[in-house]
């Protein structure tokens, strides 16, 4: 069984920075996706960074050059550090993991939130002007 806790989130003003950590207990596979999202009320859940097998990144545009994904595959921890925080960036992060019965790598970036099967509970980002 696969589980997945984030920490690290809080209440900032905008430009300050925060770490969030996620840890996934369970077996874990080498193809396995992790992906962070964030839901901000009202909107739609949506993704904002990815890594990949190789260790490349992808960010969603509203976050480049200020987020920052990291996996750690011996610690089996995602991180997200977030710097220039804005007001905009008030959400619930969640971290998750898709999980295939394959062992192809997959583009992690590629893929919707339908295809994350495992999420975290989820922390709370505030960011006030």
């Known amino acids: 069984q696969v589980q997945l806790v984030e920490s690290g989130g809080g209440s900032v003003q905008a430009g300050g920075s925060l770490r969030l950590s996620c840890v996934v207990s369970g077996s874990t596979r080498i193809n396995d996706c992790m992906r962070w999202f964030r839901q901000a009320p009202g909107k739609e859940r949506e993704g904002v960074a990815a890594i990949e097998i190789d260790g490349s990144t992808t960010y969603a545009d509203s976050v480049k050059g200020r987020f920052t994904i990291s996996k750690d595959n011996a610690k089996n921890t995602l991180s997200l550090q977030m710097n220039s925080l804005k007001p905009e960036d008030t959400a619930m992060y969640y971290c998750?993991?898709?999980?295939?019965?394959?062992?192809?790598?997959?583009?992690?970036?590629?893929?919707?939130?339908?295809?994350?099967?495992?999420w975290g509970q989820g922390t709370q980002v505030t960011v006030s002007s």
């Open positions: 998750a993991l898709a999980r295939f019965s394959d062992m192809a790598p997959h583009r992690c970036a590629a893929l919707g939130r339908y295809a994350y099967g495992y």
